[in-house]
């Protein structure tokens, strides 16, 4: 079964960067789609970026688009999402996740991790 461990979530100001990893264990990372989500307080989960086996991606349009970036290396098991020009409300908690088909509907995804705090302070 594939457990993934997210890092890398802290304070930062607005407009500064920062980079989260998710590292799964398991045999099969490679055959898996890996996607980021985040959750602010008192909102929903909402989609932010996934990656393909075949590195195909898609970004949230509206919200993150040219300011995040999704990447992966196989080799080390490890998903990242670099996060640039940071706005107060990026503020969050961000899981990877991880499904077996492409999509960027949440309740497609099998396996979660358990979250890294992103603030951004103003």
């Known amino acids: 079964q594939e457990r993934l461990v997210e890092s890398g979530g802290g304070l930062v100001q607005a407009g500064g960067s920062l980079r989260l990893s998710c590292t799964a264990s398991g045999r099969i990372f490679s055959s898996y789609v890996m996607g980021w989500f985040r959750q602010a307080p008192g909102k929903e989960r909402e989609f932010v970026a996934v990656?393909?086996?075949?590195?195909?991606?898609?970004y949230d349009g509206d919200t993150v688009k040219g300011r995040f970036f999704i990447s992966r290396d196989n080799a080390k098991n490890t998903v990242y999402l670099q996060m640039n020009s940071l706005k107060p409300e990026d503020t969050a908690v961000y899981y990877c996740?991880?499904?077996?088909?492409?999509?960027?509907?949440?309740?497609?995804?099998?396996?979660w991790g358990q979250g890294t705090q992103v603030t951004v302070s103003s």
């Open positions: 996740a991880a499904a077996e088909s492409y999509t960027i509907v949440e309740g497609e995804y099998v396996y």
């Open positions: 990656m393909g086996v075949n590195g195909g991606i898609i």
